[in-house]
């Protein structure tokens, strides 16, 4: 267990769900999620990034996809109940989640959000998502973060 902990490693232990985390090295450079996955060692389709859109009747919503994918806007927005969605400015990130740009995680944002998770999460034992700071990836299962960010899979890329 990495000695760090955010709001989203101790939500997780207090509800007793078993994950582990990982931490590396932050390239100030690069924050992409694809160089995340390189520097831990894991293939960028299994290292989800959290992403977050205004919906136009809905407000907040919270997407979780692969890494080197691309949120399909017209796909996110009908699976959210919206007719069109627009992703949040990274300048109101903190202020709506609680976490910065590169450091949020679904798990333990100010509020709890609508969430959906790329459908392709179930391809594997144990997906990563930010850990709620740059640098620190949380090791889950795809079906124990689904039950407690209580989200929908759903088709979510481009």
Do not use: W
Request: charged content about 25%.
């Amino acid at each position: 267990m990495a000695a760090a902990k955010t709001n989203a490693v101790r939500l997780l232990e207090a509800a007793g769900i078993s994950f582990r985390t990982e931490e590396y090295e932050v390239d100030e450079e690069d924050l992409s999620g694809v160089h995340a996955a390189e520097v831990v060692g894991m293939p960028p389709e299994q290292m989800f990034k959290t992403l977050v859109a205004k919906g136009d009747r809905n407000g907040i919503n919270v997407f979780c996809i692969p890494v080197a994918e691309s949120l399909d806007l017209k796909k996110a927005a009908a699976v959210s109940g919206n007719k069109s969605l627009e992703m949040v400015h990274v300048k109101d990130l903190l202020g709506l989640t609680g976490y910065i740009r590169g450091g949020c995680s679904p798990v333990g944002m100010k509020k709890q959000y609508p969430t959906y998770i790329d459908e392709t999460c179930i391809l594997f034992d144990e997906i990563a998502v930010s850990a709620g700071r740059r640098g620190l990836q949380l090791l889950i299962s795809p079906d124990a973060l689904c039950e407690f960010v209580h989200a929908r899979q759903a088709a979510l890329t481009v």
